[in-house]
């Protein structure tokens, strides 16, 4: 087993200001969105131009930090919130929500869409292969924070957690295999797949499945959530649960796509 040294969540301290690690996380993930997203919207069938997609990102940072801290409230904690409203806005508890983030990411991709006349899905595939770098980051950030750390465990790779809470036991660091599947893999695999012009919502669609199945996979390493435990079955987690609506949107989205692609345009 390996003893996880307890690292120090502040990167920077200058004076009053602090600069966490999981802070510099988002922007690493933002800074990999923004070089990927001008290198896509210089090709000739990208539905932005350079500007739009500028923009398009301001919309989707206020929905990812609005959905995010909702979903968190909603899908993870909502008694707590109930009774203790205002600390819903104490962002820097931490409590973030992956499933509440990408609703209010789509929701920011439909206002935009709708304001400049583009498709949503049109958008929604560009945008989609440049999330796994974040997530990527995101789930390093959970690691140095020794946060959402994974079940008991006997493999050689197994980690103490300095948290008391983790029970002084080693546990698998599932942050690490998140940050491998929902990062690096999701991202070659979109990546590659994108790279040519594709049927409208396919790309988002494969976004959705894999992610969705991915964080299944991830999940039964995981330490499920103290306040929520197991929640149907003995064996589901919550973060299981949420991943089945998006796996049936990603399959619907594909079939959809690959349909409308072989059905003839009328002259």
């Given at each position: 087993m390996?003893?996880?040294?307890?690292?120090?969540?502040?990167?920077?301290?200058?004076?009053?200001?602090?600069?966490?690690?999981?802070?510099?996380?988002y922007i690493a993930g933002?800074?990999?969105?923004?070089?990927?997203?001008?290198?896509?919207?210089?090709?000739p069938w990208s539905p932005l131009n350079q500007a739009q997609f500028s923009d398009l990102l301001t919309w989707i940072l206020a929905g990812l930090l609005v959905g995010a801290r909702l979903g968190y409230v909603l899908f993870y904690n909502a008694g707590w919130f109930l009774r203790h409203p205002l600390d819903i806005l104490a962002f820097w508890q931490g409590g973030m929500s992956f499933h509440g983030g990408l609703?209010?990411?789509?929701?920011?991709?439909?206002?935009?869409?709708?304001?400049?006349?583009?498709?949503?899905?049109?958008?929604?595939?560009?945008?989609?292969?440049?999330?796994p770098p974040g997530l990527l980051a995101g789930r390093i950030g959970n690691f140095l924070n020794a946060e959402l750390w994974g079940r008991p465990s006997d493999m050689p790779w197994a980690m103490v957690f300095p948290?008391?809470?983790?029970?002084?036991?080693?546990?698998?660091?599932?942050?690490?295999?998140?940050?491998?599947?929902?990062?690096?893999?999701?991202?070659?695999?979109?990546?590659?797949?994108?790279g040519r012009p594709r049927p409208r919502g396919s790309v988002s669609g494969m976004f959705l499945l894999l992610y969705g199945l991915f964080r299944f996979l991830a999940e039964f390493f995981r330490?499920?959530?103290?306040?929520?435990?197991?929640?149907a079955l003995d064996w589901l987690t919550m973060g299981q649960i949420l991943c089945l609506p998006m796996m049936l949107a990603g399959v619907w989205l594909i079939v959809r796509a690959g349909v409308k692609a072989q059905t003839p345009t009328t002259p």
């Open positions: 390996i003893i996880l040294p307890e690292f120090d969540p502040v990167a920077l301290r200058i004076g009053p200001l602090t600069i966490r690690w999981y802070g510099l996380m933002f800074a990999a969105a923004w070089l990927l997203g001008n290198r896509r919207a210089k090709l609703i209010g990411v789509a929701c920011a991709i439909f206002l935009f869409s709708w304001r400049h006349g583009l498709h949503p899905l049109s958008v929604g595939d560009f945008i989609v292969p440049l999330a948290d008391p809470a983790a029970g002084g036991i080693p546990r698998h660091p599932s942050q690490l295999y998140e940050a491998l599947l929902e990062g690096l893999v999701l991202f070659v695999i979109l990546w590659l797949y994108s330490q499920p959530d103290v306040q929520l435990g197991f929640v």
